[in-house]
């Protein structure tokens, strides 16, 4: 599959990397060609990987990631362009943080909003799934780096976009995928960062994640 990534940093690079590995054709995006870190990404990840702008990502994936960091995410999908996006699944893994104020962060939105819900109001004709956005890049793409059963959260308004996103993870190795909904969940899933950098600061890593443990009523 030819996939765009949006994003050159440490989120873009082991998710792009993982797709490549993968033996899908992936072309990383930025604000504009050549940009430095995409080019040694490039360099690394060998031939399945290209590097160009957001728009040219946009163009050459038949499915797109936004690992752009979260207050900028908008900007950077508009650069990208929505006839470009039409009629694609994106998966948003970013979270839209604000760290203006030191740590532990903020969220630029939430309560009665997400950046999931801005981006797939936004861009109406792309199937927005968010996903990924709750564990670690080192996580992300090696979920047997934590040990036992553990879970990934996944929400959107296409079920159909779900499901191939959910396919494309289990090749990723994760066993448990669970759709929590529809977009509006994203409040959930970005909200629950703010308690993610707490236990990250409490376990001094990020190798760690949640298990979510029911009981069936009959």
Request: hydrophobic share 45%; charged share 15%; aromatic share 6%.
């Amino acid at each position: 599959m030819k996939i765009g990534v949006f994003g050159t940093g440490a989120v873009g690079n082991a998710l792009g990397s993982k797709l490549a590995q993968l033996g899908h054709e992936v072309k990383m995006g930025a604000r504009a060609a050549g940009n430095g870190k995409a080019v040694a990404w490039v360099n690394a990840a060998g031939p399945k990987a290209s590097q160009g702008t957001f728009a040219d990502a946009a163009t050459f994936g038949e499915l797109l990631l936004n690992c752009t960091a979260g207050a900028a995410s908008l900007a950077a999908l508009q650069a990208a362009g929505a006839k470009n996006m039409a009629g694609k699944i994106l998966i948003d893994v970013a979270n839209p943080l604000d760290f203006s104020r030191g740590m532990p962060p903020t969220l630029t939105v939430c309560n009665n909003d997400s950046l999931g819900e801005q981006i797939q109001r936004a861009f109406p004709e792309t199937k927005v799934v968010k996903a990924l956005n709750t564990v670690s890049n080192p996580v992300m793409v090696n979920p047997g780096l934590v040990p036992g059963e553990h879970d990934l959260l996944i929400c959107g308004n296409d079920a159909g976009a779900k499901s191939q996103v959910t396919e494309l993870l289990r090749t990723f190795g994760w066993k448990t995928v669970v759709d929590v909904g529809d977009i509006t969940v994203a409040r959930g899933t970005e909200g629950y960062l703010l308690l993610w950098v707490r236990l990250f600061g409490h376990l001094q890593t990020p190798l760690f994640n949640v298990h979510v443990v029911h009981v069936v009523v009959r």
